[in-house]
């Protein structure tokens, strides 16, 4: 079986290697090529070591509760290379000023009365819309609908804007007006439905305390990518850097692909792992793989910035905020690195990262690096102060990285995967525009494919 891997990031590192290490003696019949555009593989995941510090560009870590990652780190043998977060207050920055997030809140949503009439994130009037989750019935069935819609029908638009999107826009970096729920979320659903009520349904499923849900590798997730090529390449997996495909070519048995330096080559089996709107490109002919009310993707970037400790003063025990969607700042969110990771700045210097570029305003992250900065260190002057420059700041651009799901996502899914069974057989998609753009989820997706085309083959998994 001849397979290709176009893209290189880690959904088709992790399709290649389980593909060779679950095969076992089958091994030798698989012959695998990834084709990557850029001259580094990893995709998203790049870390910068510089002056004691351990900076990520992209991700910083991964949930521990979705086993995919923590598996593939195991089978690489890293484990003592983990390590997990220091748990610390996490705030809202609303008006200029942080506001804690309720306790027991699942995902912005509060579980309490207490904790409703309590926050300073709501007016009076809010709160009493809140409330209403504990009376109004549960919602007609159906088959999906806005993650804001739904939360909004229960709780109110306020709610909605200063809880429960600061903190899913860190995650999707979306409107959450548009958002699949039946693809995010579905465990509200199932929550409201058996209940009647989110804040009586979701009762018991928040952390009785503080704990840590993350955990990323001592000497960056950059580790991890170094350990899976180096393992790829022990198992015969060719890779191949800054090479782009520009043609693919259906024939009576595989696929004829024409790369960007004039060669071609004949494959089995095709993996995209790449982003959609370049799978839309490359098959023009397929129609159906074209989603008209899908919003474009979201553009962000992150500038993370290293003081000595004693000219960052913060007033507040914590280890970052979000911001409000109706906060008039491009900035959308803010860590305290060095107190949420022991490793990730040297003994008496402090790390921030913030993010900017978010739905309708990611534009911002094409400003100058100087202008990022000055900006970002402007609109934090309310809620953090910095008495010195920083001694070096880092600004990592990410165009049209944020995939979006909207309503319906999960049915266009699974139309596309069944036409595409149907009318280019053997060739697959995973990745982050498909089903989680979470590190784990893109590492489960590769393995759950590399399962699946094994077993086809008659190979033992």
């Keep these: 079986m001849k397979v290709a891997i176009i893209g290189g990031g880690i959904s088709g590192l992790s399709a290649a290697f389980y593909l060779k290490k679950l095969s076992q003696d089958h091994r030798d019949d698989i012959d695998i090529t990834i084709f990557e555009k850029d001259a580094a593989f990893g995709g998203k995941i790049q870390t910068v070591r510089r002056d004691g510090f351990v900076i990520e560009r992209g991700p910083d870590s991964f949930l521990k509760r979705k086993p995919a990652a923590m598996n593939l ?10 390590i997990e977060n220091k748990t610390g207050q996490s705030y809202i920055l609303k008006g200029g000023d942080l506001h804690l997030i309720p306790p027991g809140s699942v995902m912005g949503v509060p579980t309490s009365i207490h904790a409703i009439m309590e926050t300073g994130l709501l007016s009076e009037e809010g709160k009493a819309r809140a409330l209403n989750d504990l009376i109004i019935p549960k919602l007609e069935p159906f088959e999906d609908i806005s993650v804001g819609a739904f939360f909004a029908k229960r709780f109110g638009e306020e709610l909605v804007d200063h809880l429960i999107s600061p903190l899913l826009s ?29 804040m009586l349904g979701l009762q018991g499923k928040a952390p009785r305390k503080r704990t840590s849900q993350f955990a990323t590798l001592q000497s960056g997730l950059a580790t991890l990518v170094e350990e899976l090529v180096n393992a790829l390449r022990e198992l015969g997996v060719t890779l191949r850097s800054e090479i782009r495909v520009e043609k693919i070519f259906k024939l009576d048995n595989g696929y004829e692909l024409g790369f960007s330096n004039g060669e071609s080559a004949v494959f089995d089996q095709i993996i995209f792992a790449i982003p959609h709107h370049l799978v839309e490109a490359l098959l023009p002919e397929a129609d159906f793989l074209r989603r008209p009310d899908a919003a474009p993707n979201t553009s962000v970037a992150t500038i993370a910035m290293a003081f000595d400790e004693k000219d960052v003063k913060l007033d507040r025990e914590g280890t970052g905020f979000v911001s409000s969607r109706l906060e008039p700042k491009a900035l959308t969110a803010c860590t305290w690195t060095h107190m949420k990771w022991d490793h990730a700045a040297p003994e008496g210097k402090a790390l921030l990262r913030t993010y900017v570029g978010k739905a309708g305003n990611d534009q911002v992250i094409y400003e100058s690096d100087e202008t990022l900065v000055n900006q970002t260190l402007q609109e934090m002057s309310d809620v953090v102060s910095i008495s010195a420059d920083p001694d070096f700041a880092i600004v990592s651009r990410w165009p049209e990285a944020m995939p979006q799901y909207p309503v319906g996502h999960q049915a266009w899914l699974n139309n596309i995967k069944q036409k595409l069974a149907k009318e280019y057989p053997h060739l697959h998609l995973i990745g982050a525009s498909y089903d989680g753009v979470g590190l784990p989820d893109c590492i489960r997706q590769g393995k759950q494919l590399a399962q699946d085309l094994l077993g086809e083959a008659g190979f033992h998994a």
Excluded: C, M, N, R
């Design 73 to 82: 780190v195991e089978d690489l043998g890293l484990s003592k290379e983990l």
């Design 170 to 198: 860190g995650i999707y970096a979306g409107d959450i007006y548009k958002l699949s729920l039946a693809t995010t979320l579905p465990q509200f659903v199932h929550a409201e439905s058996e209940q009647g009520s989110l």
